[in-house]
Every structure is written in structure tokens, then in C-alpha cells.
DNA sequence: GTGGTCTAGACCACA
DNA sequence: GTGGTCTAGACCACC
């Protein structure tokens, strides 16, 4: 069973922070295509919510095609993971690159500590989905 | 005059957006300490929006130290740009990053590809607050 | 259902006004750790103001850390009320024991009566955050 | 001369801290019946605020009667400073009172450590007005 | 049901 | 001129 981390507190969303989640284990390599979630019922009552947050989450995912829900099935990691265009890709990286930069100069850290925190996100996620490169 | 782009379809809020902007453009040292803001007036007419919208958007950078508002004068970044306690920092460092590196791992874009968005995002925002490097 | 006493004409603000008097139920007790407050509508009815003037309110002492808000939930009483650092704690208490010492002296008030004024006020306050004492 | 202190960060109205200042002498004696205050022009120009601030400081407390204008001559310590209504007096020194106690056990003092704060305080005013009491 | 955001506009307070 | 507060009411997001 996958353990999943809420934070009634931090303001985002619970709905959201299960989506984070689940993406990460699905880019981490721990969810992998075809592998089944929790029911919706069953991770309710272990992370004691409402099943309406659960199925919002999931429904979100399917929308992104991150996941695919089969009725009466459950729900499943899509075979494929969903493509987004060229251009939006490189939009959304850049705008995560700079939300990070920005804040990362104003708490006073250096380049290289932003540098070597994305480094060290990007191991804690395994190498599963690309070869090893000389960069990191 | 600085230049404020709203995305009002972003489901951000839109005094939000103006705040990630604000910040933006004071580490970037577009916006330097002393400097004056432009009126709250100004700027709901400029942008199109409610100036208590502006007015939301400035107390919560004042909360937040970033700038100073003065009654009858106007608002001003502050002298000291805040300093958050250690921990919280490497703490929000940390998720930034994260969230990044999933992000990029989930479009299929390479560690090399998301080290460059960040370096170039450092970049941007200029050596402003930083003594020259052997890094840079 | 807590009593709220507004008065318009004091040129304190409205929302000043709340957040005093629900600092003052937390520290006499009357308002617990994980306490549900009335709800935004409701206080907002009984008190007949504006809701956003309830919404802010709230909004500083979450700011603050006095109470929590849940999306989609409700206002609760925070768990641990928010621990200021010694420096500033010290001085804040030096400001207001200055003033009303000032106002006490101005008034014609004796220091004695001063001081009976501030043992009735600690003592309306209950004995709930300490153990008993020999001052007591 | 007298010797004042702005602080332009904290909120609290410059001439709102004008006559606080200003109560405080009168409190402590060093302003006493029928003496001279500062110029308006020369104290605008001394504290670097606009003139107009000082008219309004001096309006309020020559309202309140703690000082008297005479026209073409300045402004002076009344000869009698003002007595309120027994009730509005009591009621003041509740509000105050009450103020301290709240914050005092918000932030974690001991009643104790809110008494002597005040009578630190009281003392710091000196004895002028009063004769010495057993109590302090 | 709950809270969050935004609008349009009024009126007040400060410098 | 500046910012601060409040209203009345809309629409959205969360649970």
C-alpha cells in the first residue's frame, strides 16, 4: 500500500495534494502503467477524508490522463503517460524554474544551493525512467 | 512604470499572481529597496482590476516584509528584505524543487533539460544581490 | 454561541474589534484548542456586518496563528497559540503597561488603583493556562 | 528642548504618537501647567513631517483640553489638565487593563511578570503627582 | 454546507 | 494626493 502525506494545515488543497502525490510516485517509478490505486473507499477511511476528495482526485488525473478509471474496476495507471505539447511544456518549466529562482534569491540562497536542491529532487525520484548522464 | 502580465483564467488569484510578480521584480532588482510602488489607484486602473484587489495583493507583501506601506505616502519595498528561520527555508527550497523535478520527469524532460530551465531562470533574474562568482 | 459587543463609533474597525474579543475568549478559556468558531455567514448575520469584514477578521488570526481555517470546513481554535520571540514579547509588554500607566497617571487614577484594575482584568481572565500561585 | 520619537513602521499614526508622547510628558511631569510646547514649523522641521501633522496633534489634545492654543502665541500645558466622568475614567482603565491581561497571557507571561511590568512602568513616570504609597 | 475571491462604489483617515 | 475600511452581492472552490 502506497502512504500518502496530508497537510490539513498548509492551505493547498487535499484534493490536490493527493494528485501531487500520486504523480510523484507515478514519476518516481513506484506506480507503474497498469498498476491499480487504492479504491476510493478504502484510502478514504485510511487517510480520513471525505470519498468525495478521493474521487475529485482521481477524476482530475483521468482528465489528465494520468490515470484511466475502469467502472466497477478501480482505477489504473495509464499505459501511456499523457504527452503534453512542445510549447506548454517549456511554458510550465519555466514558470517552475522561476518560481523556484525567485524565492530561492530571496531567502538569500545562493545559485548553486537552488542548483544542487533540484539535483537532489531529481535523484530522490530514481533513475527509473531515463539513463544515467554525465550532468548530475 | 513596471509591466504586470494577469492571467485571469489561471484559476491563480489574481493577487496572487501580482505578488509572485512583485517578488519577481525585487529579486530581480528591478525593484530596489527604498524604490515606491505604484499607487494602488494606478495600478487597479492600469491592470483593469478592483483596486481592493491591489489592496490585498500589498498588505500581504507588507505582512510578508517584503514592502512597506505608508499611510497618505504610498508603498515602498522594504530596506530588509525578510529572513525566514533556517529550517523553514531549506524546507520550501526543497518543495519547489520537488514539485520541478516531478514536473519535468512527468513531460519527459531530461535532468539536463530541467537543470537548464533553472540556471536559466537564475539567470534572468541577474547578479543584482550577488557578489561575482567563480560559478556564474 | 459566543457574544460579540461592536461599537461603530469607536473608529476602532469592525474586524479589530472581533479579532480582540476572540483573542480575549481564547486566552480566558471560553474558546479551547480545536474549538469550532462560528461561521462566517452566521456571525456575519448575527452581528449584521459584511461577511468580508468576518473573512478578515479570520484571515489575520489565521495570519497570526491564533486560529485555523479549513477550506470547505470551518474556523477552529489553533492547537498551540503562536510563541512570539522574548525580545519582542518584552517589549510589547512595556508598551502597554507604559500606556496604561500614562492614561492611569493622566486621569488622576492612584498606582494602586492601577494596578487593582490590572489584577481584576487578569483575574476575569480565569486561572485556565496556569497552575495555581502563591500570587494569586 | 523635548525630545520625541517616530516610528513610521509600526502603524500607529505619526500624530496619534505625537500625542501620546506628549500625554507622557504632561504625565511624567516634564511638561508641567502653563509651560511652552515646540513651535508647529519647528517641530515639523525637527521630526521631518508635514506641518499639518503637527496642527492635527495639537487640534486633538487642545480638544481634549491637556493643552491650550493662543493664537499668534503657541501652544501651552494647560493650566488644569482635563477630569473625565468618574464612569468613562473607571471604564478607560478596564479597557486598558484588560488589553494587557489578554495579550500578557496570549503571549505566555505570568500575572506576575504583567504586574511588574506595569508597576516598572508607573515608576518610570516618576513620583510628580503622587505622594509615595506602601504599595509600590 | 463551508470558506475564497472579486467587483463597484461609498466614505473615512493620513500626510 | 495617498491608503484603510466597509457594504452588497456575485461566483467559485472545497468537503
Given at each position: ?16 495534494q ?18 491499480a490505486?487504492p ?30 478509471i ?67
Amino acid at each position: 500500500m502506497l502512504h500518502f502525506q496530508l497537510n490539513v494545515h498548509s492551505g493547498v488543497p487535499v484534493y490536490r495534494q493527493l494528485m501531487d502525490q500520486i504523480r510523484h510516485y507515478v514519476a518516481a517509478g513506484a506506480l507503474a502503467a497498469g498498476d491499480a490505486l487504492p479504491s476510493i473507499r478504502e484510502l478514504a477511511r485510511v487517510l480520513a477524508v471525505n470519498p468525495t476528495t478521493i474521487v475529485k482526485a482521481y477524476g482530475e488525473l483521468a482528465h489528465e490522463g494520468v490515470i484511466v478509471i475502469r467502472h466497477g474496476r478501480g482505477a489504473f495507471v495509464a499505459e501511456s503517460q499523457p504527452a503534453w505539447p512542445q510549447a506548454r511544456r517549456r511554458e510550465r518549466l519555466r514558470a517552475l524554474a522561476s518560481q523556484l529562482a525567485v524565492e530561492a534569491r530571496q531567502m538569500g540562497a545562493s545559485d548553486p544551493e537552488a542548483l544542487d536542491a533540484l539535483r537532489r529532487a531529481l535523484e530522490s525520484l530514481g533513475r527509473s525512467n531515463h539513463p544515467p548522464t554525465s550532468d548530475s
